[in-house]
């Protein structure tokens, strides 16, 4: 049962994650590892801070060169025998995939992980359309399985726990055994897409960078369903946000390293791929078709509107695994497909700002996640920039607003500031035992869950005056 | 309390404190130590008396507007003084690092912020970075565990200057304290907005600050002091919390935040 | 589509003129020069790990925790033979195996051991033949064609793949230079180590889709133990793939 509710508040979702302790754990193992094991590798790679200068500024010329890129990515793949799609919006895009389905008489398809491909709502589209999806990576496969979203950009089921998996897969897979390991489990998905993949129509992919200079998609995964994925069907189907794009093969190969010791510590996942066009004359295996969606859905937008930076965002989850919030709430708890700082970035550019109002402000500001971004994203900042903006638009709350006028209206005018904190904190001293309050009025937010120490009476000022007047 | 025999010495430099509206407020005591520890540091130190908030609370709710107001008030009050010094990481933070920030579009303004930041510091860091200083003659027997305020932290790369100063507390030993450099979720308006966050955050720190077996908590940023500290009180912990200023000036002897005078 | 095409272009010219102020899109000649001199920086960011030479990294690498296969040394490929059925019998495995179709593997003597020619779905054993190998990353490379069937490495429960000691590239750009301006492949697939998941729970497993086992057997190269450090190793080869050139060994 899916933990994510459309209707529901974000705080909701988060009263729901909070109280749900087998979450916690699921999280404080998957990215305490993750933390560890990046901390690990960075320690052994003195050039690491070099590299993400590099790796920014790779970016940050892309970006500034963008249309640039995609024209030369574009030709490139085309002179290789691949179709390239153009979508301004998530609906489009899936209207395409569908299309190529169609066209291609598919009944099944095989995917392999794509957060774009949940972005813009592929698996509903394709389920609207009749075509029976099927998931290959185990973590998408696990929640295709439960109807979860996923909760995590590299580990989309950490929700779970083996003996959810396990119930999953006793009543959906053909030939489940004994599930009585984790090995076991993955045996049993071994087993059950196994013949999946030789029979798919279409296989759909994402792409975690595109190489302008030859056309090729890459990918980045462990588990080899990409691979067959991507290789048996008559038609691949690639589906990438626009800012993918680096220059060169080389140059992906400088985020490459960044990418994987950010998200899991590894220095390169088991199967790094470049995919570049159908199937050659000469070539044994390989699709007929191959088809690249390239998806805009809100990129020109950042572009435009002071977010570029966040288009450099290779995916690599740190910032989740790394933020003070995320590792309390979890994935689902921010109610889009992308969660934790990268997430409260994106998600109010790709589904608007009155829906997700809550996720900018639902942060510390501690900086952590920029610290470990491998490409420098000054998320703080950005996030600083939504305020802003709800700011403006109005769209905090009236009480809210009305504080912090109030607040400045004193603020500016010293005399009377003085003599309102001078009275607020003896009015304080009324609510105190000992020296803490565990209770006031107006204080609820505080004293909920902790006490707050009692002031001394006097101000600093007031203190510091009387002391200037004692001869 | 201004010193009124310095040596002629150019070395005396005149200091403007900005104790920050939460230590006006709420623990005035952090606020006197500055002054000590300036004043044995070789600074003249003046009180801004019309100082009231560097507008930080509206800079972080997204309120840019009033955000300078606040700003400009302060910029003109502080710029006339050779070195600002403010006893915590997010508000030294919020004068060096955001003020400027705020006046992209107004260069005469923003020439001003500029000007103010570059004089503008941490109290902790600007003893040892700026003054050279080490407390002498301090001692204090306890365990202590010290919390870096996020702020503080990565805005202004204060981590080596509060533990240099504490080495040199005599009998005061500083425990490791696990995740030490991780956020205690306190963020301002975010500990009363999403509390329910904050308070898991902060049930977090607590378990790791009373895992240190630490007899003190010390910081330099008092809202997050305040946040630990309400959190290990209402967990029914011993745990004592300062400012680190206060163990530096001689205070640890005195009541610690929360305990009554 | 063409519309959405032109739609999307607009509005990143628009919007990076905008964020230019107002000047010129630099040519395509100043891209280039700029993605140059981003690449040639890379030198500097390397984590440093060659010690001992390419080949020896690279060995290194492969056998480490991290990478999980499992590594033998022949003098020649006519021993790759023998160490295939070497394999096989210390796995208990027996049967036929697959035979990736490159000649200079179909040459050797296959005698005592059943081969075929296409992997099923639940193919126990591929033997192959790499294009080359990364030591940075302990990485065997493989190029789709006509001798390597992209399928051959991702069927099989064991993957048994012979390389020769002078097609170890020794980082990762080396690589990608060597074929740069070339004709890519379909696929080009950089293999480092056995399939594996950590979805569930967090816990490692070998052998999600691809190969549980991979076992590498180097062909050639500088005597064992002889640690002549950035050594070149370069080897006679019989056959190069078209736009390969030969590896460079040296250390950058």
């Known amino acids: 049962m899916s933990a994510v509710g459309e209707r529901l508040t974000f705080k909701a979702r988060v009263r729901v994650a909070l109280a749900d302790p087998v979450l916690k754990v699921a999280i404080d193992r998957t990215t305490g590892n993750a933390r560890t094991k990046r901390a690990a590798a960075i320690a052994a790679w003195p050039g690491f801070s070099a590299a993400r200068d590099l790796g920014r500024d790779i970016k940050d010329h892309v970006i500034a060169h963008l249309d640039h890129y995609l024209i030369q990515f574009e030709r490139n793949a085309k002179a290789s025998g691949a179709k390239i799609h153009w979508a301004c919006t998530g609906p489009e895009a899936c209207d395409i995939v569908v299309g190529i389905c169609r066209k291609a008489g598919a009944r099944t398809v095989t995917r392999s992980k794509s957060m774009l491909g949940e972005e813009i709502g592929l698996p509903h589209a394709l389920q609207e359309a009749g075509i029976e999806r099927i998931e290959t990576d185990l973590a998408e496969h696990i929640i295709q399985l439960a109807g979860d979203p996923p909760s995590h950009i590299v580990w989309p089921a950490l929700h779970k726990t083996r003996e959810q998996v396990a119930a999953l897969f006793r009543d959906h897979h053909h030939n489940p055994g004994t599930l009585a390991t984790i090995e076991a489990m993955v045996a049993s998905a071994r087993r059950e897409l196994r013949g999946r993949f030789l029979t798919a129509d279409v296989g759909i992919s994402g792409a975690n960078f595109l190489i302008a200079d030859t056309g090729a998609v890459c990918t980045v995964t462990n588990e080899g369903n990409a691979e067959l994925t991507t290789t048996p069907p008559r038609v691949h189907i690639v589906t990438a946000g626009i800012e993918k794009l680096v220059p060169s093969t080389a140059h992906a190969m400088v985020m490459l390293r960044l990418l994987v010791r950010s998200a899991t510590g590894a220095e390169l996942t088991q199967y790094t791929t470049f995919h570049c066009g159908p199937k050659r004359p000469g070539d044994l295996d390989g699709p007929a078709e191959f088809h690249i969606v390239l998806v805009d859905g809100g990129r020109t937008r950042m572009l435009a509107e002071g977010l570029a930076e966040m288009l450099r965002c290779i995916r690599c989850g740190a910032c989740l695994n790394h933020c003070v919030v995320y590792r309390q709430i979890g994935g689902h708890a921010y109610g889009s497909t992308y969660p934790g700082p990268m997430g409260s970035v994106l998600t109010p550019m790709l589904e608007g700002l009155p829906r997700s109002k809550d996720l900018p402000h639902a942060c510390t500001l501690n900086g952590q996640c920029q610290e470990v971004c491998p490409v420098a994203i000054p998320l703080p900042t950005l996030l600083r920039g939504w305020r802003d903006r709800l700011w403006r638009l109005g769209l905090e709350s009236v009480s809210v607003r009305q504080g912090f006028a109030l607040w400045r209206f004193l603020a500016l005018r010293p005399a009377l500031y003085r003599q309102a904190s001078g009275l607020a904190v003896r009015m304080m001293s009324w609510f105190a035992r000992d020296g803490w309050i565990a209770r006031m009025p107006l204080a609820s937010g505080w004293t909920r869950y902790r006490d707050l120490p009692r002031p001394p009476g006097r101000t600093f000022i007031a203190q510091y005056r009387r002391r200037m007047r004692r001869p | 309390m201004v010193q009124d025999s310095y040596p002629e010495s150019e070395d005396v430099v005149r200091v403007g404190l900005f104790v920050t509206c939460l230590v006006d407020a709420m623990r005035p005591a952090i606020g006197f130590a500055a002054i000590t520890l300036l004043e044995a540091a070789r600074s003249r130190v003046e009180v801004p008396l019309q100082q009231t908030c560097c507008g930080q609370p509206a800079l972080n709710s997204g309120d840019l507007a009033g955000t300078r107001q606040l700003a400009q008030r302060t910029i003109a009050l502080l710029e006339p003084f050779q070195y600002v010094v403010v006893p915590s990481g997010s508000c030294a933070a919020t004068i060096r690092i955001h003020y400027p920030d705020l006046f992209q579009d107004d260069p005469p303004w923003r020439a001003r912020a500029q000007a103010l930041a570059a004089r503008t510091y941490e109290l902790l860091s600007f003893l040892v970075d700026i003054r050279a200083w080490s407390p002498k003659q301090v001692a204090l027997r306890a365990c202590a565990t010290y919390h870096d305020s996020c702020s503080g932290l990565r805005e202004l790369g204060i981590e080596a200057q509060p533990r240099k100063l504490l080495a040199s507390v005599e009998g005061l030993s500083l425990r490791p304290l696990a995740g030490n450099t991780s956020c205690c979720g306190f963020g301002g308006t975010f500990c009363v907005k999403y509390a329910a966050i904050s308070n898991a955050i902060v049930e977090e720190k607590a378990r790791s600050i009373e895992a240190t077996g630490a007899e003190l908590l010390l910081g330099g940023d008092l809202g997050c002091l305040m946040n630990m500290a309400g959190k290990l009180h209402r967990r029914g912990s011993s745990i004592r919390a300062f400012h680190a200023a206060e163990i530096l000036a001689g205070m640890g002897g005195g009541p610690a935040i929360g305990e009554a005078m | ?252």
Not at chain 3, 35 to 52: K, N, S
């Open chain 3, 1 to 252: 589509m063409s519309d959405a095409r032109s739609t999307i272009l607009t509005a990143i010219r628009a919007a990076l003129e905008r964020r230019r102020g107002g000047p010129p899109m630099a040519d395509e000649t100043t891209i280039a020069a700029e993605a140059e001199r981003l690449r040639a920086r890379v030198d500097a960011t390397r984590p440093d790990r060659l010690g001992g030479g390419p080949v020896n990294a690279f060995l290194k690498r492969l056998v480490s925790p991290a990478v999980a296969a499992t590594a033998e040394r022949v003098a020649t490929l006519g021993d790759f033979p023998d160490t295939v059925r070497r394999y096989l019998t210390a796995h208990g495995l027996a049967g036929s195996v697959t035979l990736q179709p490159h000649p200079d593997l179909l040459a050797l003597d296959w005698s005592e051991i059943e081969t075929h020619g296409q992997p099923s779905l639940d193919e126990p054993v591929t033997v192959g033949l790499a294009l080359g190998a990364i030591a940075e990353t302990g990485t065997l490379v493989f190029h789709s064609g006509a001798t390597s069937p992209t399928l051959f490495a991702f069927l099989p429960v064991h993957h048994i793949v012979a390389v020769e000691a002078g097609r170890i590239w020794s980082w990762l750009e080396d690589y990608a230079d060597a074929f740069a301006g070339c004709a890519q492949p379909r696929n080009v697939n950089l293999i480092t180590g056995p399939s594996g998941t950590t979805d569930i729970e967090g816990t490692l497993v070998r052998g999600a889709h691809g190969p549980g086992h991979l076992h590498v057997v180097l062909i050639g190269g500088a005597v064992p133990n002889s640690d002549v450090a950035g050594a070149p190793d370069y080897a006679t080869l019989s056959e190069r793939p078209m736009g390969a050139d030969p590896p460079n060994n040296s250390s950058r």
